[in-house]
C-alpha cells in the first residue's frame, strides 16, 4: 500500500512509519507542518528510502492537501496529525479547535473528493483518537468500551471527540470508508520531554524538583508506542469499515505509582553508573554526559529520585481515570499489546539515557534548572 500519514514528525507518527515501512514493507508519504512537537530526526536515517516521502505542509491547507492526494494517490490515511498536550489546550485552545476540529474536516473534504473520483478499492481513512474523549471513570467502574457515551473534559479531549464525529458523519453521510481507534496513554522513544514519562525521566537526569498534580492518584492506561503502530496496522488490514476499535496496553496505574517507579528506574541507572557501567546506559556522548550526571549526583548522595517528587495544584477538569476494554479489537483482529508494565518502562527510560543528543534539543537551559521549549 502507499499510506497517507498525517503527522508523522510526532511521537507516534514517526514510530508509526517506521513500523510500515521497516516492519512491513510499505510505502508511506509523510504530511507534518513540523510544529513544536514535530521531530524530523527521527526519520532521519529514512530520508533516502525509497518507500519514504516527506511533504511538509498543514491539514487545515486545502490546496496543498488536493496537490498531495492528486500527486501520490494513497491507498489509505492513517489520520495522526493534532495537538495533543491537555496542559496547553488549557492554556489555549483555539489551535486546538483549528488543527484538530478544522483540520480534520479540511482532510475529510479532500479525502471524499478523492476517494469519490478514484474510486479506489479498499481504500480506508483511519482516525486516531484518544481515549479522553470519553471523559472520566470512578475508579470501580468498568473500562471504556466502544459504546461509552462520550463525555470529554478538557479543550483537548473535546477537540478530539468534535473530530471523532465529523469522521463517523462523513462515513454515514457521504460513505467514505472510516475507521476510528481509541487508545490509552502512550510511552517510549521519541516523546515530547513535556509529557509525563519523559518529563519525569528528564527531572531525575537533571536533579529538578518533578511535579505531580494533586495528589498523584489519577489513574492511566498506559500503552508502549510500538504496541499501538501495531495495533494501528492491523485496523488498517483487517478492521471493519464504519467501526470504532479500542486499544490498550492492560496497564493501569496511579501516576504516583508509575512515577516512584520510574525514579527506581532511574536508580538503577545510577547504581550502575557507580559501577563503572555508565558506558552500558549511555554509549552516546558517554563522557561529558556521564560527567556531568555523575557530579549532580554527588550533590545528593545516597539519595532516592524519589526525594525529588512534588505536589503541585491540581489542574482543571483533571480526569480522574482512563481505563480501556480493548477485547473487541482482541477478539476480532487477533491484536494484544506484548509489552508489560516494567518491560516497557525500563526500555523506555535506557532509550532516553541512551541519546541524550535526541531530548536535549527540545530544551531551554537556564542557571540550575530546565523548561520545555516553547
Given at each position: 500500500?502507499?499510506?497517507?500519514v498525517?503527522?508523522?514528525?510526532?511521537?507516534?507518527?514517526s514510530?508509526?512509519i517506521?513500523?510500515?515501512?521497516l516492519?512491513?514493507g510499505?510505502s508511506?508519504?509523510?504530511?507534518?507542518?513540523?510544529?513544536y512537537?514535530?521531530?524530523?530526526?527521527?526519520?532521519?536515517?529514512?530520508e533516502?528510502?525509497?518507500d519514504?516521502?516527506f511533504?511538509?505542509?498543514?491539514?487545515?491547507d486545502?490546496?496543498?492537501?488536493?496537490?498531495l492526494?492528486?500527486?501520490h494517490k494513497p491507498?489509505?490515511?492513517?489520520h495522526?496529525?493534532a495537538?495533543?498536550?491537555?496542559?496547553?489546550?488549557i492554556?489555549?485552545?483555539?489551535?486546538f479547535?483549528?488543527?484538530?476540529?478544522?483540520?480534520t474536516?479540511?482532510l475529510?473534504?479532500?479525502?471524499?473528493?478523492?476517494?469519490?473520483?478514484e474510486?479506489?478499492?479498499?481504500?480506508?481513512?483511519?482516525?486516531i483518537?484518544?481515549?479522553?474523549?470519553?471523559?472520566?471513570?470512578e475508579?470501580?467502574?468498568?473500562?471504556f468500551?466502544?459504546a461509552?457515551?462520550?463525555?470529554?473534559?478538557?479543550?483537548y479531549a473535546?477537540?478530539?471527540?468534535?473530530a471523532d464525529?465529523?469522521?463517523?458523519?462523513?462515513?454515514?453521510t457521504?460513505?467514505?470508508?472510516t475507521?476510528?481507534?481509541?487508545?490509552?496513554?502512550?510511552?517510549g522513544?521519541?516523546q515530547?520531554?513535556e509529557?509525563?514519562?519523559p518529563?519525569?525521566?528528564?527531572?531525575?537526569?537533571?536533579q529538578?524538583?518533578?511535579?505531580i498534580?494533586?495528589?498523584?492518584?489519577?489513574?492511566?492506561?498506559w500503552?508502549?508506542?510500538?504496541d499501538?503502530?501495531?495495533?494501528?496496522?492491523?485496523?488498517l488490514?483487517?478492521?471493519?469499515?464504519?467501526e470504532?476499535y479500542?486499544i490498550?496496553?492492560?496497564?493501569?496505574?496511579?501516576n504516583?505509582?508509575l512515577?516512584?517507579?520510574?525514579?527506581?528506574?532511574?536508580d538503577?541507572a545510577?547504581?550502575?553508573n557507580?559501577?563503572?557501567?555508565h558506558?552500558g546506559?549511555?554509549?552516546?556522548?558517554t563522557?561529558?554526559?556521564?560527567a556531568?550526571w555523575?557530579?549532580?549526583?554527588?550533590?545528593r548522595?545516597?539519595?532516592?529520585?524519589?526525594?525529588?517528587?512534588t505536589?503541585?495544584?491540581?489542574r482543571?477538569?483533571?480526569d480522574?481515570?482512563?481505563?480501556?476494554?480493548?477485547?473487541k479489537?482482541?477478539?476480532e483482529?487477533?491484536?494484544?499489546?506484548?509489552?508489560d508494565?516494567?518491560?516497557?518502562?525500563r526500555?523506555?527510560?535506557?532509550?532516553?539515557?541512551?541519546?541524550?543528543?535526541?531530548?536535549e534539543?527540545?530544551l531551554?537551559?537556564?542557571p540550575?534548572?530546565?523548561h520545555?521549549a516553547?
Amino acid at each position: 500500500m502507499k499510506i497517507l500519514v498525517t503527522g508523522g514528525c510526532g511521537f507516534i507518527g514517526s514510530n508509526l512509519i517506521r513500523f510500515l515501512i521497516l516492519e512491513k514493507g510499505e510505502s508511506v508519504i509523510n504530511y507534518d507542518a513540523l510544529t513544536y512537537a514535530a521531530n524530523l530526526q527521527a526519520l532521519a536515517d529514512l530520508e533516502r528510502h525509497p518507500d519514504y516521502t516527506f511533504v511538509k505542509g498543514n491539514i487545515c491547507d486545502q490546496a496543498a492537501l488536493e496537490e498531495l492526494f492528486d500527486t501520490h494517490k494513497p491507498d489509505a490515511v492513517l489520520h495522526l496529525a493534532a495537538e495533543s498536550h491537555v496542559d496547553r489546550s488549557i492554556e489555549g485552545s483555539d489551535v486546538f479547535l483549528e488543527t484538530n476540529v478544522n483540520g480534520t474536516y479540511t482532510l475529510l473534504q479532500v479525502t471524499l473528493d478523492y476517494y469519490q473520483k478514484e474510486n479506489k478499492e479498499g481504500f480506508r481513512f483511519i482516525q486516531i483518537s484518544t481515549d479522553e474523549v470519553y471523559g472520566s471513570l470512578e475508579p470501580d467502574a468498568p473500562a471504556f468500551t466502544e459504546a461509552s457515551p462520550y463525555r470529554p473534559n478538557s479543550p483537548y479531549a473535546a477537540s478530539k471527540a468534535a473530530a471523532d464525529h465529523l469522521v463517523r458523519a462523513w462515513h454515514s453521510t457521504y460513505g467514505l470508508p472510516t475507521i476510528i481507534t481509541c487508545c490509552g496513554n502512550n510511552y517510549g522513544p521519541n516523546q515530547h520531554p513535556e509529557k509525563l514519562i519523559p518529563k519525569v525521566i528528564l527531572c531525575c537526569h537533571e536533579q529538578e524538583l518533578i511535579p505531580i498534580y494533586g495528589d498523584g492518584f489519577n489513574i492511566r492506561d498506559w500503552i508502549h508506542v510500538e504496541d499501538h503502530t501495531e495495533a494501528l496496522y492491523t485496523v488498517l488490514t483487517k478492521g471493519r469499515v464504519g467501526e470504532t476499535y479500542n486499544i490498550g496496553g492492560n496497564n493501569e496505574r496511579q501516576n504516583i505509582e508509575l512515577v516512584r517507579m520510574l525514579c527506581k528506574l532511574m536508580d538503577d541507572a545510577v547504581r550502575q553508573n557507580e559501577d563503572g557501567k555508565h558506558e552500558g546506559v549511555c554509549p552516546e556522548g558517554t563522557t561529558a554526559q556521564g560527567a556531568l550526571w555523575a557530579a549532580k549526583e554527588q550533590q545528593r548522595p545516597g539519595k532516592s529520585h524519589e526525594s525529588l517528587i512534588t505536589f503541585v495544584t491540581d489542574r482543571p477538569g483533571h480526569d480522574l481515570r482512563y481505563a480501556i476494554d480493548a477485547s473487541k479489537t482482541r477478539d476480532e483482529l487477533g491484536w494484544e499489546p506484548k509489552e508489560d508494565f516494567e518491560s516497557g518502562f525500563r526500555k523506555t527510560v535506557q532509550w532516553y539515557l541512551n541519546y541524550p543528543n535526541w531530548w536535549e534539543r527540545f530544551l531551554v537551559r537556564r542557571p540550575g534548572t530546565w523548561h520545555r521549549a516553547v
